[in-house]
Nanobody, 123 residues
Framework: QVQLVESGGGLVQAGGSLRLSCVASGRIFSVNAMGWYRQAPGKQRELVAHITSGHSTNYADSVKGRFTISRDSAQNTVYLQMNSLKPEDTAKYYC?????????????????WGQGTQVTVSS
């Protein structure tokens, strides 16, 4: 079994910072791309930031210059440093990862989601 567990969400004032973490654990052979998505009430889930196994990154236009995604591949962990937060960043943030399971022998890549962590930015 594989699971993703996020942490680091909370309530912060506009202009403040938060750092989200997501750890992948379980029977893992390798973790490929990882990413952060968010979903605000009444809106669709959207990509926030994405990082490949080679550490190439891309960001939603709305967070460029304010958010930074990084990863510790040895710890199967991805981070999202969020600076200059705005009320419109308020959402539930979800971790996502493409993972090859250990022991499967197939090399098939499975996509996993975390349970989400709430970020609320007050004005």
């Amino acid at each position: 079994q594989v699971q993703l567990v996020e942490s680091g969400g909370g309530l912060v004032q506009a202009g403040g910072s938060l750092r989200l973490s997501c750890v992948a654990s379980g029977r893992i052979f390798s973790v490929n791309a990882m990413g952060w998505y968010r979903q605000a009430p009444g809106k669709q889930r959207e990509l926030v930031a994405h990082i490949t196994s080679g550490h190439s990154t891309n960001y939603a236009d709305s967070v460029k210059g304010r958010f930074t995604i990084s990863r510790d591949s040895a710890q199967n962990t991805v981070y999202l440093q969020m600076n200059s937060l705005k009320p419109e960043d308020t959402a539930k943030y979800y971790c996502n990862a493409d993972i090859v399971r250990a022991g499967s022998g197939t090399g098939i890549v499975y996509n996993y989601w975390g349970q989400g962590t709430q970020v609320t930015v007050s004005s």
